[in-house]
């Protein structure tokens, strides 16, 4: 962005699934959080159905996304491995490869 995102301001959208008014509330809270930082930065927050929701997530077509999970098991590598290593699901939906990390 060679630095001049502030100047020049951007737009991004964030989806969230048709239905699910608990996603509903954070896309509108990341928009109202990003928007109050710069009236150059906006927020489009649109409703999707939801296999076309999961199928850009998956992809990694979605800038932003919001998804829920829970823990399997209470137990530190039940979090850090599917964020933070690169055969992780929710590092691989986010594109997040650190193999030197490993």
């Not at 928009?31 to 710069?38: G, W």
């Amino acid at each position: 962005w060679g630095g001049q995102v502030w100047e020049k301001g951007f737009k991004i959208i964030v989806l969230y699934n048709t239905g699910n008014e608990v996603r509903k509330t954070v896309a509108e809270m990341l928009k109202e959080n990003i928007e109050s930082l710069n009236p150059k930065f906006k927020v489009e927050v649109r409703a999707v159905e939801w296999p076309i929701y999961l199928k850009a997530m998956v992809k990694s077509q979605l800038p932003v996304f919001i998804i829920g999970w829970l823990a399997d098991y209470p137990d530190p590598d039940n979090f850090v491995f599917p964020y933070m290593h690169s055969e992780g699901t929710f590092a691989a939906w986010q594109g997040y490869v650190t193999p030197s990390e490993e």
